[in-house]
């Protein structure tokens, strides 16, 4: 895949022990690679499906990493009240020009005035056991999210103004 290629970026969500249900996909637009993975940008004009709901359309412009390895992906974004979002989800697989993961549940913020919060911690609960998330899941979650919320806070590359040169990439590019 080169610069300015598209990838087809798909979410899935856990359906009893096999990821089969689409959660969210959407397209975006390969910026380019760098020590912390892929990164992918979306406009203010990129075309957001949820499951079977009707699209939607972003606040504003975006940028996802897909990481080499790990249990997140985590999304920056250039205006609203999240600074940062990452989804905690299985490890991504390439297959082609579409990455896919599977969502699993918790996420990890950092509001753009500055405090960090793991949420959705009731549904993680809720669907760990509903969908019989296997133990080994379950830790690999609860480990990422620690570890998350700590280079959140911490502002750890990526976390920090690793975003800013490939937002300016961008940017320069359209």
Request: net charge negative.
């Amino acid at each position: 895949m080169s610069e300015g290629d598209l990838v087809h970026v798909r979410f899935l969500k856990w359906f009893l022990k096999w990821p089969d249900r689409m959660h969210w996909r959407y397209d975006l637009r390969r910026l380019g690679r760098d020590e912390h993975g892929v990164w992918l940008y979306g406009s203010e004009r990129t075309v957001l499906q949820r499951a079977d709901e009707p699209p939607k359309i972003p606040a504003s412009a975006f940028l996802t990493l897909v990481p080499p390895e790990g249990w997140h992906v985590p999304i920056f974004n250039l205006e609203g009240p999240y600074e940062i979002y990452v989804d905690i989800n299985t490890p991504s697989v390439w297959d082609g020009a579409t990455v896919s993961m599977v969502d699993l549940d918790l996420d990890v913020v950092r509001y753009r005035n500055g405090p960090v919060a793991v949420i959705d911690e009731d549904e993680f609960v809720e669907h760990r056991v509903r969908f019989g998330y296997p133990p080994e899941v379950v830790a690999a979650v609860e480990r990422t999210a620690s570890a998350l919320v700590t280079a959140l806070v911490e502002r750890i590359e990526p976390f920090g103004t690793a975003a800013d040169r490939w937002f300016d990439r961008a940017a320069s590019s359209t």
